[in-house]
C-alpha cells in the first residue's frame, strides 16, 4: 500500500513536499514514480527514481524545480516541489515498479490514492 501525503494549496512561487509511505512492502529495488493529472487532461509522469541505483527521470517540465528524495528508515519517498506555477495543479500519486526502466503510468503495478496539490494566488 502507498499513501501520499503534503497536498493543499500554495501560492505561486511557493513549495510544497508531498510524501509517499509504503506499507506490507520495502521499497527496495523498485521504481518510484510521481505521477499528476489536472482536470480534462492524461496523467502524466513528472519524476521517476531507482531505488537500486537512484537514476532519476525528470519532465522538462519540472527540472530544476522538483526533486526526488528516500527515507530508507521510514520506507517513504518525498517529492519536493520548488517554485510552483498554476499548470502545477494537479492530483498528484505516486506508484511503485519492481521492472526496471519503467516511466509510464501504465507501467506501474502499484498506486497511492492521490493528493491534491493547488496553486493559485
Known amino acids: 500500500q502507498l499513501v501520499e501525503a503534503g497536498g493543499g494549496l500554495v501560492q505561486p512561487g511557493g513549495s510544497l513536499r508531498l510524501s509517499c509511505a509504503a506499507s506490507?512492502?520495502?521499497?527496495?529495488?523498485?521504481?518510484i514514480g510521481w505521477f499528476r493529472q489536472a482536470p480534462g487532461k492524461e496523467r502524466e509522469g513528472v519524476l521517476c527514481?531507482?531505488?537500486?541505483?537512484?537514476?532519476?527521470y525528470y519532465a522538462e517540465s519540472v527540472k530544476g524545480r522538483f526533486t526526488i528524495s528516500r527515507d530508507n528508515a521510514k520506507n517513504t519517498v518525498y517529492l519536493q516541489m520548488n517554485s510552483l506555477k498554476p499548470e502545477d495543479t494537479a492530483v498528484y500519486y505516486c506508484?511503485?515498479?519492481?521492472?526496471?526502466?519503467?516511466?509510464?503510468?501504465?507501467?506501474?503495478?502499484?498506486w497511492g490514492q492521490g493528493t491534491q496539490v493547488t496553486v493559485s494566488s
Open positions: 506508484a511503485a515498479e519492481q521492472r526496471v526502466g519503467v516511466t509510464e503510468p501504465a507501467d506501474f503495478s502499484f
Open positions: 506490507g512492502f520495502n521499497l527496495d529495488h523498485y521504481v
Open positions: 527514481m531507482s531505488t537500486s541505483d537512484s537514476s532519476t
